[in-house]
């Protein structure tokens, strides 16, 4: 990679009567732009890949210019080199694995950073690689779409909510083979979505786009986690964020606890010792509200706590509940809260599912879900 | 009822022509139905109603017209006259080219509907891969586009065979020359020769029913194998 790792957005582009400007330069590893559908996020990425091009502006990378309405350049996607990984995967349903892998990697001869042999192992799809995309999960045909803008060596990945279409527990899963590429290659990620787990959990620096512009930036967890992200957090969905300590370990049931207070939190087994802190995120929507406790349902967890705020924002109602003290933000609808007759100091139980708990660890964690293998596949 | 060597050679002429019309259109009713779909320029409805007309002209308006292009005296005509001493006007030539002009709409049809089927997303994917717009067309777009244009090119095919109007305008009807299996069928109507036009009929409809019954059941109905 050369010194200058620097990525220059200063661009305009109005799209189907929408207008997104940007202005900013990109320095660090891994950098996150959080905002809901519609804030701009997918424009952005089209116009740095060259599938979009801005009204006016400039796009410069590495002090190569990919974009210059002041010189007229407009370089196309395909001489951008540029690592495009899509929300929906967008593997080609006509070549298998292998080849959908290979697609992309025999441009560059000299200097490789990335083995493909070696990013088959790290996103572990060495058994998939005889397959066919609609044979394969959806967990599975993003990990084959990463390996395939990894396989042709960008130094620049851009990454469009490739985790959405993944439940929480998926998600859980790949988020530690996207920190074993960024610590392992040399590859700047810009990393758009609209969940702000994922953009703790790997960003070194975040932005916040709305309605086609950029509204704040700085340090994920102090941005995210600030009184200031509370309007982002509206839009994209609000996320509950703490840190909590392990009280409990146990492999074998393949469940960690959680303690809240006097409460437990269960969580999905991970590699952490009694004592630990962890970052947790869960979703607003994500809690089930219940006047009774021990309800005979699969949710593992049901946690006392108390209304202390009912807020309407558009057709939801956002509940502020107070659970051992850490203040908990619930989405229901309107007939929900009626049906149960919630209103302020009302006693209710917080129902989670253990996998609907995001991790928001920084490091790149081994769940331990499967040891390396000694197969050989056919390259 | 043994079938006359000029029903054969006309049944011979059909199959040759309507192979030689589609190798020879292939290749621009590919790049006209992607420019269809996928392109947007000034002068592209003007383009599509020009490749449709065909569709639904009367073919012996078409064969008219081709007839006063193609004459001696026409535009296109008299340049191929004084140039290389050809006159295509009633010769196999003027039979190709009129089966062509009929049957390129219907082979574009089925072009233009393959490759609207193809999600631009996965040719814009091929693009950030490192593919230009050919090797995107070639590798992406075409195979997965192959159904529909399988069956462009079975209808197309299969209009060619049959042709009659267009051809007998401009290449006339004689016997071993320009003569098709259509044209041979209205020869032997008008001599009253049953026997010949029920051995023509039947030859006729059993093609065009495989041509149909092939592209129905293994190009639009068969189960995705990706």
Same mark, same amino acid.
């Given at each position: 990679?050369?010194?200058?790792?620097?990525?220059?957005?200063?661009?305009?582009?109005?799209?189907?009567?929408?207008?997104?400007?940007?202005?900013?330069?990109?320095?660090?590893?891994?950098?996150?732009?959080?905002?809901?559908?519609?804030?701009?996020?997918?424009?952005?990425?089209?116009?740095?890949?060259?599938?979009?091009?801005?009204?006016?502006?400039?796009?410069?990378?590495?002090?190569?210019?990919?974009?210059?309405?002041?010189?007229?350049?407009?370089?196309?996607?395909?001489?951008?080199?540029?690592?495009?990984?899509?929300?929906?995967?967008?593997?080609?349903?006509?070549?298998?694995?292998?080849?959908?892998?290979?697609?992309?990697?025999?441009?560059?001869?000299?200097?490789?950073?990335?083995?493909?042999?070696?990013?088959?192992?790290?996103?572990?799809?060495?058994?998939?690689?005889?397959?066919?995309?609609?044979?394969?999960?959806?967990?599975?045909?993003?990990?084959?779409?990463?390996?395939?803008?990894?396989?042709?060596?960008?130094?620049?990945?851009?990454?469009?909510?490739?985790?959405?279409?993944?439940?929480?527990?998926?998600?859980?899963?790949?988020?530690?083979?996207?920190?074993?590429?960024?610590?392992?290659?040399?590859?700047?990620?810009?990393?758009? #979505? @609209?969940?702000?787990? *994922?953009?703790?959990? !790997?960003?070194?620096?975040?932005?916040?786009?709305?309605?086609? $512009?950029?509204? &704040?930036?700085?340090?994920?967890?102090?941005?995210?986690?600030?009184?200031?992200?509370?309007?982002?957090?509206?839009?994209?969905?609000?996320?509950?964020?703490?840190?909590?300590?392990?009280?409990?370990?146990?492999?074998?049931?393949?469940?960690?606890?959680?303690?809240?207070?006097?409460?437990?939190?269960?969580?999905?087994?991970?590699?952490?010792?009694?004592?630990?802190?962890?970052?947790?995120?869960?979703?607003?929507?994500?809690?089930?509200?219940?006047?009774?406790?021990?309800?005979?349902?699969?949710?593992?967890?049901?946690?006392?706590?108390?209304?202390?705020?009912?807020?309407?924002?558009?057709?939801?109602?956002?509940?502020?509940?107070?659970?051992?003290?850490?203040?908990?933000?619930?989405?229901? #609808? @309107?007939?929900?809260? *009626?049906?149960?007759? !919630?209103?302020?100091?009302?006693?209710?139980?917080?129902?989670? $599912?253990?996998? &609907?708990?995001?991790?928001?660890?920084?490091?790149?964690?081994?769940?331990?879900?499967?040891?390396?293998?000694?197969?050989?596949?056919?390259? | 009822?043994?079938?006359?060597?000029?029903?054969?050679?006309?049944?011979?002429?059909?199959?040759?022509?309507?192979?030689?019309?589609?190798?020879?259109?292939?290749?621009?009713?590919?790049?006209?139905?992607?420019?269809?779909?996928?392109?947007?320029?000034?002068?592209?409805?003007?383009?599509?109603?020009?490749?449709?007309?065909?569709?639904?002209?009367?073919?012996?308006?078409?064969?008219?017209?081709?007839?006063?292009?193609?004459?001696?005296?026409?535009?296109?005509?008299?340049?191929?006259?004084?140039?290389?001493?050809?006159?295509?006007?009633?010769?196999?030539?003027?039979?190709?080219?009129?089966?062509?002009?009929?049957?390129?709409?219907?082979?574009?049809?089925?072009?233009?509907?393959?490759?609207?089927?193809?999600?631009?997303?996965?040719?814009?994917?091929?693009?950030?891969?490192?593919?230009?717009?050919?090797?995107?067309?070639?590798?992406?777009?075409?195979?997965?586009?192959?159904?529909?244009?399988?069956?462009?090119?079975?209808?197309?095919?299969?209009?060619?065979?049959?042709?009659?109007?267009?051809?007998?305008?401009?290449?006339?009807?004689?016997?071993?020359?320009?003569?098709?299996?259509?044209?041979?069928?209205?020869?032997?109507?008008?001599?009253?020769?049953?026997?010949?036009?029920?051995?023509?009929?039947?030859?006729?409809?059993?093609?065009?029913?495989?041509?149909?019954?092939?592209?129905?059941?293994?190009?639009?109905?068969?189960?995705?194998?990706?």
């Amino acid at each position: 990679m050369s010194n200058n790792t620097n990525l220059t957005l200063q661009f305009i582009k109005q799209y189907n009567g929408f207008s997104f400007e940007i202005d900013c330069i990109l320095k660090e590893k891994v950098t996150a732009f959080l905002g809901a559908s519609g804030s701009g996020k997918t424009t952005l990425l089209n116009c740095i890949s060259g599938i979009l091009s801005p009204d006016q502006g400039e796009i410069v990378y590495q002090d190569r210019k990919l974009y210059s309405s002041k010189h007229k350049i407009n370089l196309p996607p395909e001489k951008r080199r540029i690592g495009y990984v899509f929300q929906e995967g967008h593997l080609f349903p006509h070549i298998n694995i292998a080849g959908n892998i290979r697609y992309g990697q025999s441009r560059r001869k000299q200097k490789q950073y990335a083995d493909v042999r070696e990013i088959i192992d790290i996103l572990e799809i060495e058994d998939l690689l005889k397959r066919y995309p609609k044979q394969l999960s959806g967990g599975q045909r993003q990990r084959v779409a990463i390996a395939r803008s990894i396989a042709m060596e960008p130094s620049l990945l851009l990454m469009d909510e490739p985790l959405a279409s993944l439940d929480s527990g998926l998600k859980n899963r790949i988020i530690p083979y996207l920190h074993h590429i960024k610590e392992r290659f040399e590859i700047q990620i810009l990393y758009v #979505t @609209h969940t702000i787990s *994922e953009a703790m959990a !790997l960003a070194d620096e975040a932005y916040i786009l709305s309605d086609g $512009k950029i509204t &704040a930036h700085g340090d994920p967890h102090q941005l995210l986690t600030s009184p200031s992200a509370m309007p982002i957090a509206n839009m994209t969905g609000v996320e509950n964020v703490f840190t909590l300590p392990v009280s409990k370990v146990d492999k074998e049931k393949g469940i960690t606890e959680l303690e809240i207070g006097k409460q437990t939190l269960i969580i999905p087994y991970i590699d952490r010792n009694t004592g630990d802190s962890i970052p947790i995120g869960i979703r607003a929507e994500d809690i089930i509200i219940s006047l009774e406790p021990n309800l005979p349902i699969s949710a593992r967890n049901s946690l006392k706590g108390c209304i202390d705020k009912i807020e309407k924002i558009g057709d939801k109602t956002i509940l502020s509940i107070i659970v051992e003290g850490f203040h908990l933000s619930v989405k229901i #609808t @309107h007939s929900a809260k *009626e049906q149960l007759n !919630l209103s302020q100091n009302t006693d209710v139980y917080c129902v989670i $599912k253990a996998n &609907a708990v995001n991790l928001l660890l920084q490091d790149s964690l081994d769940l331990s879900v499967s040891a390396p293998t000694d197969h050989q596949p056919d390259p | 009822m043994r079938i006359t060597s000029v029903e054969v050679a006309a049944l011979t002429l059909s199959v040759k022509v309507a192979l030689l019309s589609l190798i020879i259109m292939l290749p621009p009713g590919l790049f006209i139905g992607w420019l269809l779909v996928r392109r947007d320029f000034i002068g592209k409805t003007l383009l599509n109603t020009i490749v449709m007309s065909p569709l639904v002209l009367p073919p012996v308006v078409t064969g008219y017209l081709l007839l006063i292009l193609l004459s001696k005296q026409g535009l296109i005509g008299s340049i191929l006259y004084r140039t290389l001493k050809l006159d295509i006007v009633f010769s196999p030539i003027a039979v190709v080219i009129a089966v062509s002009i009929i049957s390129f709409p219907l082979l574009v049809r089925g072009i233009m509907t393959g490759i609207a089927s193809v999600p631009m997303e996965l040719e814009n994917a091929a693009r950030t891969l490192g593919s230009n717009p050919f090797k995107v067309f070639l590798t992406i777009t075409l195979p997965l586009a192959y159904k529909g244009i399988l069956g462009g090119v079975i209808l197309g095919f299969t209009k060619s065979l049959g042709e009659f109007g267009a051809t007998y305008m401009v290449a006339g009807n004689i016997p071993g020359k320009t003569q098709t299996i259509a044209l041979s069928i209205f020869d032997a109507v008008q001599l009253g020769n049953d026997i010949a036009v029920f051995r023509l009929v039947l030859i006729s409809t059993i093609i065009a029913f495989i041509a149909i019954w092939v592209t129905e059941r293994y190009i639009y109905h068969h189960n995705d194998v990706y």
